[in-house]
């Protein structure tokens, strides 16, 4: 099942609908990557509230898409962790260290907004 | 090494004595895994089942993301094998067990696979030792060039 990742203004949104096989993962973390460049995307917001369960595969591969998009001078937010999925994650041992979440889409925007561009300071370059 | 055969029986020290022979089969459900997608329709056929016993919602997550961890294993290491889930009773309680079985390569270190952090494939490596902390009993059956068997329980508590 593919995800609908949908451009908003300055960022991307991929909004999970369901549960996820492996290669559907791997399909969405290609298509992020690509399209930040193909939209000159500032961030990019995965909205993980369907997903039921994040194993260890799940896990690592929105990690690998945050330092991938991260590489390629965007910032990347995970929203929507289900509280019986947080609950799971610790006991596994996955922190996703390094990689910011916020509580919905909402905070999410709210993160991203904040992370802006702040001239003279961290601005890099944006072409790509 | 060919045919070496080694067990690892886990337990927590505060369960009872081992009685696999006593446990009461309620119902069983096999999922054959050959590809990834197989993985969801496990996990998801495990939650079914183990929603009918009354776990809570956090206690079927758990479930779920261990069936998801042992059917990844059989796609990594095995490419194919299957997931047995069955509803037990032992002793007035009720239980999910879960079975990942394989004809794989086996696993030549057990005790070293179910470290923290240690994997061969490209996972974070929290695979079996990730079970093993999300479930009650933890079992391990591998042979060399035979196949390995893992087997969980959670029982309600």
């Known amino acids: 099942m593919e995800v609908p990742i949908l451009k908003q203004g300055p960022y991307l949104i991929a909004s999970i609908q369901s549960a996820l096989s492996d290669a559907d993962l791997l399909q969405l973390r290609d298509a992020i990557v690509h399209q930040v460049g193909m939209f000159r995307s500032r961030g990019v917001i995965v909205d993980v509230t369907a997903l039921d369960v994040m194993d260890s595969f799940a896990t690592r591969t929105l990690r690998d898409i945050t330092f991938m998009i991260r590489l390629r001078g965007a910032e990347t937010v995970i929203v929507g962790i289900q509280p019986d999925v947080a609950f799971t994650m610790v006991q596994l041992g996955l922190k996703l260290e390094g990689v910011p979440t916020a509580l919905d889409l909402e905070e999410g925007i709210a993160f991203l907004n904040k992370k802006g561009p702040t001239p003279g300071k961290e601005a890099s370059p944006r072409g790509r | 090494m060919d045919g070496e055969r080694e067990a690892v029986t886990l337990h927590p020290a505060t369960s009872s004595p081992v009685t696999h022979g006593r446990d009461l089969v309620v119902a069983e459900a096999a999922v054959q895994i050959r590809g990834d997608t197989d993985i969801v329709g496990a996990r998801q056929k495990g939650r ?42 032992r002793g007035g309680q009720r239980g999910i067990m879960v079975r990942a079985k394989d004809q794989g390569p086996g696993i030549p270190d057990i005790r070293k696979a179910l470290q923290d952090g240690f994997s061969t494939s490209r996972s974070l490596g929290l695979g079996l030792a990730g079970v093993r902390r999300l479930m009650d009993e933890f079992e391990i059956e591998s042979r060399i060039g035979f196949g390995t068997t893992v087997t969980a329980r959670k029982w309600k508590r």
């Open chain 2, 48 to 89: 079914m089942l183990a929603a009918t016993l009354g776990f809570s919602s956090s206690e079927l997550t758990l479930i779920a993301t261990a069936i998801s961890e042992l059917a990844r294993n059989i796609v990594q290491y095995a490419k194919q094998g299957e997931i047995i889930l069955r509803l037990l009773e």
